[in-house]
Each structure stands twice: as structure tokens, then as C-alpha cells.
T-cell receptor
């Protein structure tokens, strides 16, 4: 079975703090894909990043960075110098490639509140 | 590009009523999905489709039906609405099974 665990239900920080959102996944597939999505208060889902299981390079995009570690089955997301506009619910998701058509499995989400 | 369009944005249903949530995409994507998001929770897959004429159940299909007569449209039908179906419904599409999804803006449904 595939599973995504986001143990942090809510995180509250003050603007300019760095914050890391944890994501731990379970899958028996050797090939799989990991995603992060952002859901701002307006409710839409915004794609942030996709990482495949063969690419363990960390990625940085502006203030966002992602740390993928297969050894610990984790795909953590760090926001540097957080801003109020970063306030949102962040979802980690997993897609394997076995067992027929592969579907995107979401974690329960982490609500991030950034205060001025 | 409109992307994925869902209608309506909001709806209140009485118990036992039926309705269809519409979803249309203009990106010629083969793959389409319906998810529901309960308050404070992640998204659960209801139904999905890998192409016109092909649909299959996801994690929580009970109480719903879908059809996919064209590549563009993937309507979700609720029969005999129940309070447990109060949720936000998201439609999504993707160009192949390995890429990220494009989501619609959601339909907030309340069953009273």
C-alpha cells in the first residue's frame, strides 16, 4: 500500500523565519513520483514541484527548497525567510507506477500560518 | 487557456436530491480525476479516467457515478445526496500518468 504522512498538522511562524514541512512516504514501488502542492486560503491547488525516485538531487527555487532522501523515505520542503503570502495548506503527494493505473495519493496536509 | 473548469462553485443540496458536478478541460489531457477534500483533510480520489470511454473507481466511489464520453468532459453525478457528501470537490487532469495534475478551482457542496 502507498501512504503519505505529514505529521505536522499546523505550523505557526513569524515572518522571515525559516520553516520546514515534513513529508514521509511509503511505497513498494522502485519507481515513483513525489509532489508538493500549495492550497492558499482562496482554495485552489497550486503545483509546486515533482520529483522522481531516481533523482535525489535537492532542488532550490527562490525561497523554496526540497530535500529528497530515499534512505529515510522523506521529501521535506523548506521555505526560507517566510512571508505572509506563504500562509497556506501544503500537501505532499505520491504516485507509484505499479498495480495498474497509478494514482496520486495525498497526505493530510500541513497548515502554515506566517504572522507579520 | 482556461485549464480545468468546474461548475458550479457552490451548491447546497437537500438530503436525497441529485446533482451533477461539471468538469471540462481544454488541454487535450487524457487523464482526468475527481477528488473530494473534507475539512482539515487531504484529498481522496473518487473516480478517475484514462481516456474517453474509460473510467474506474478510486478510494471513495460509493454514492457517485461518472462518465467520460469526450476527452474534454468528466462529469461527477451524485445520486441521493447524504450529509456525508458535504465536501469540496476538485476535478483535475494530466497529460500522462507521470506529470503533476492541473486542478480546477473546486466545488463546495453542502448537503442539509
Amino acid at each position: 500500500a502507498q501512504k503519505v504522512t505529514q505529521a505536522q498538522t499546523e505550523i505557526s511562524v513569524v515572518e522571515k523565519e525559516d520553516v520546514t514541512l515534513d513529508c514521509v512516504y511509503e511505497t513498494r514501488d522502485t519507481t515513483y513520483y513525489l509532489f508538493w502542492y500549495k492550497q492558499p486560503p482562496s482554495g485552489e491547488l497550486v503545483f509546486l514541484i515533482r520529483r522522481n525516485s531516481f533523482d535525489e538531487q535537492n532542488e532550490i527555487s527562490g525561497r523554496y527548497s526540497w530535500n529528497f532522501q530515499k534512505s529515510t523515505s522523506s521529501f521535506n520542503f523548506t521555505i526560507t525567510a517566510s512571508q505572509v503570502v506563504d500562509s497556506a495548506v501544503y500537501f505532499c503527494a505520491l504516485r507509484g507506477v505499479s498495480g495498474g493505473y497509478n494514482k496520486l495519493i495525498f497526505g493530510a496536509g500541513t497548515r502554515l500560518a506566517v504572522h507579520p | 487557456n482556461a485549464g480545468v473548469t468546474q461548475t458550479p462553485k457552490f451548491r447546497i443540496l437537500k438530503i436525497g436530491q441529485s446533482m451533477t458536478l461539471q468538469c471540462t478541460q481544454d488541454m487535450n489531457h487524457n487523464y482526468m480525476y475527481w477528488y473530494r477534500q473534507d475539512p482539515g483533510m487531504g484529498l481522496k480520489l473518487i473516480y478517475y479516467s484514462v481516456g474517453a470511454g474509460i473510467t474506474d473507481k478510486g478510494e471513495v466511489p460509493n454514492g457517485y457515478n461518472v462518465s467520460r464520453s469526450t476527452t474534454e468532459d468528466f462529469p461527477l453525478r451524485l445520486e441521493l445526496a447524504a450529509p456525508s457528501q458535504t465536501s469540496v470537490y476538485f476535478c483535475a487532469s494530466s497529460s500522462d500518468s507521470n506529470y503533476g495534475y492541473t486542478f480546477g478551482s473546486g466545488t463546495r457542496l453542502t448537503v442539509v
